[in-house]
């Protein structure tokens, strides 16, 4: 599992060049397809590491890894598993139950060689929000971001609700830099450059982030705590308004089928409980990330806008991820994600180690499907706000069918506009099937989500045409 990878972009003689680009990498990957690697003769079967036990309820992964000498780490009941200690010889005990096993995957940081470039922010238009957008955009709509924590600067002030520290660091705040950097692209108000001659807003100004921290300082974190950050978020989503989830995190699948994948499981039931789910494609080009090659979620490429506000210059970079399986086509969906300005944290690990690509003070420029990924969310519940009994398949269709197209690519470029202002399809059309991964809310689900099993409307009146205040 890794935080999709972004290079951030300072000033200088050229405008896309990387400065620097993080991703967290698994230094312990399942190969796609590859079960995890299980007892053999001359390895050690008394060494033991943290496993991901999944599948059918946390009573029974618990009962298994007891019953095996292993040791329960915490419950990941969004997918029916726990988080474990087990040695190879236990792995091979608790396999025989029929149960999934996947490695808990660390992550490290990796660096990139840069060139300073100037930036351009013509990334708000781009996506055509109308002219009827205002600051109060996604008013009482919570946002769940997945990630290093969220600053609470002055561009997000009192729209901040703290939710749990996964990292272990003992605190909420963004110490990495990435969180931060994806909630103002999100809901930044940009008055921190409100006297600049470009005001640098997020999408959705008025909703509010529910941060959740899986990774410190060193940006490390693990699929156990993601999975658990995402669970989370599932479970306070009625208290906290959350109906939008931002996952800016990939990382190579971890079986052949999503429907074999821990991180689809959880953001399936994610999208089941009605929170609509926005995904990074992934930064390996021809190949999408999990949990982004999830048929179900909404997964979101980077578009080049170019030099000039018009559609005629604008390109998909190499390295975002793309590919067609029989399931999807994948992403769905392009947004801005070359040279996009958002917020720094001050003190993070990225503000100290790269000044060079500070902006204004306040700001940075950066480049990747994360940073695609969170103006999507940020769309998606501007959509919300004005669509209130709207699904998660709704808000997929509305997005992806308004699309422009984008020649020779496979995404759509998002237009906000022309998705909030889109006749419904049928639910047949609108609302989509798919096996699920694994039924984590326990509610008998198969190949279609809790609206569809409960029935077609065929005036389909969830979406209502609505326009700002």
């Known amino acids: ?59 029974d992964a618990a009962e298994a890894v007891e019953d095996a000498g292993g040791e329960v780490e ?24 029929g149960l999934q096993v996947n490695e808990d995957a660390p992550m490290a940081v990796a660096g990139e060689g ?9 990334q708000f238009a781009a996506i055509n929000p109308g002219d009827d957008w205002n600051l109060d955009a996604g008013a009482g709509v919570g946002v769940a971001l997945i990630d290093t924590g969220v600053t609470e600067v002055e561009d997000l002030r009192g729209r901040v609700v703290q939710g749990p520290d996964l990292s272990g660091e003992g605190t909420t705040t963004d110490t990495y830099g990435h969180g931060t950097f994806m909630a103002g692209l999100i809901a930044g108000d940009g008055n921190l450059s409100a006297a600049g001659t470009s005001r640098h807003v997020g999408v959705a100004p008025g909703a509010h982030i529910v941060s959740v921290k899986v990774a410190g300082a060193d940006g490390d974190t693990t699929l156990g705590r993601v999975i658990e950050g995402i669970g989370w978020a599932i479970e306070n989503s009625e208290r906290y308004g959350i109906r939008v989830m931002n996952l800016s995190v990939a990382v190579p699948p971890l079986s052949s089928s999503y429907r074999a994948d821990p991180l689809s499981a959880a953001v399936e039931a994610a999208w089941a409980s ?20 999830d048929p179900w ?36 969906l392009l947004a801005p ?21 500070v902006v204004e003070e306040h700001y940075f420029v950066g480049s990747g499907t994360s940073m695609a990924a969170a103006m999507t969310a940020g769309a998606v519940a501007v959509l919300t706000e004005h669509h209130v009994a709207a699904t998660p398949d709704d808000f997929k269709a509305a997005l992806v069918s308004t699309g422009r197209p984008v020649p020779g690519e496979l995404g759509r470029a998002l237009d906000l506009t022309a998705a909030d202002l889109s006749t419904a399809g ?3 059309e609108w609302w989509q099937q798919f096996p699920v991964a694994f039924n984590g809310l326990g509610i008998g689900l ?6 569809a099993e409960a029935g077609s409307d065929p005036e389909h009146a969830a979406w209502v045409d609505e326009r700002w205040a």
């Open 297 to 332: 979620v909404i997964t979101v490429g980077a578009l080049d806008t170019g030099d000039t506000l018009g559609p005629d210059d604008d390109s998909v970079p190499a390295w975002s991820g793309r590919e067609s399986t029989p399931r999807a086509t994948k992403p769905e």
């Open 337 to 357: 994600g070359v040279s996009v300005i958002s917020l720094a944290a001050p003190g993070s690990t990225v503000a100290q180690e790269f000044p060079g690509s």
């Open 274 to 293: 009605g929170i609509t789910v926005v995904a990074a494609a992934g930064n390996d080009g021809s190949h999408v990330s999990s949990p982004g090659r």
């Open 426 to 428: 049928s639910p047949e």
């Open 74 to 97: 915490a419950t990941l009941a969004v997918v029916g598993g726990v988080a474990a200690r087990l040695t190879d010889r236990q792995t091979t005990l608790v396999r025989r139950t």
């Open 446 to 451: 198969h190949d279609r989500m809790p609206w």
């Open 1 to 59: 599992m890794g935080l999709a990878m972004n290079r951030i972009i300072g000033s200088g003689s050229r405008r896309r060049r990387p400065i620097w680009a993080v991703a967290l990498t698994a230094l312990a990957v399942v190969a796609a397809g590859a079960p995890m690697a299980t007892a053999t003769a001359g390895s050690d079967h008394t060494t033991d590491r943290t496993v991901l036990v999944w599948g059918s309820s946390p009573a």
């Open 114 to 122: 840069f060139e300073p470039v100037p930036p351009s922010d013509h």
